[in-house]
């Protein structure tokens, strides 16, 4: 990992692996990719609900939401169809969000920041360019 993390020009903080409940290592991974670090289980307001979402990472700035998703909390159609109500609630008040994999942010840690990065200024240009 410290050589991908390298390639990418990425800087590691803090690295280990092991279980942890859900919820509370999704913002470590994504605090490396060079974007700003997120605001981990940050929550969001959205009209017609009592209660705001929780989300796994955002940055407030953007308006981006990124979510880990893994297996064990997401891998029916009744958790995927959960997922998108929630997606499009985001939309509904101006955010976007973005699914990764859990797994592939392990398995492919650079190509996902890469990937994150061009989210990120992609989202950037739409912020700036008053598109939201």
């Not at 891998?75 to 997606?87: I, S, T, V, Y």
Request: proline share 4%.
């Amino acid at each position: 990992m410290a050589d991908a993390a390298r390639r990418a020009g990425v800087i590691i903080v803090g690295g280990d692996t092991k279980v942890v409940e859900h919820g509370k290592a999704d913002g470590m991974y994504v605090t490396t990719a060079g974007i700003g670090r997120p605001l981990a289980n940050h929550q969001i307001a959205v009209p017609g609900r009592s209660r705001p979402l929780t989300v796994d990472c955002a940055w407030p700035e953007l308006r981006m939401v990124v979510e880990a998703d893994s297996q064990r909390f997401h891998g029916d159609w009744e958790r995927a169809a959960a997922d998108r109500e929630r997606d499009q609630l985001l939309s509904l008040v101006g955010w976007r969000c973005h699914r990764f994999v859990r797994d592939r942010l392990v398995m492919a840690p650079e190509e996902s920041a890469e990937r994150l990065r061009g989210l990120a200024a992609a989202r950037r240009t739409e912020v700036e360019g008053g598109y939201v």
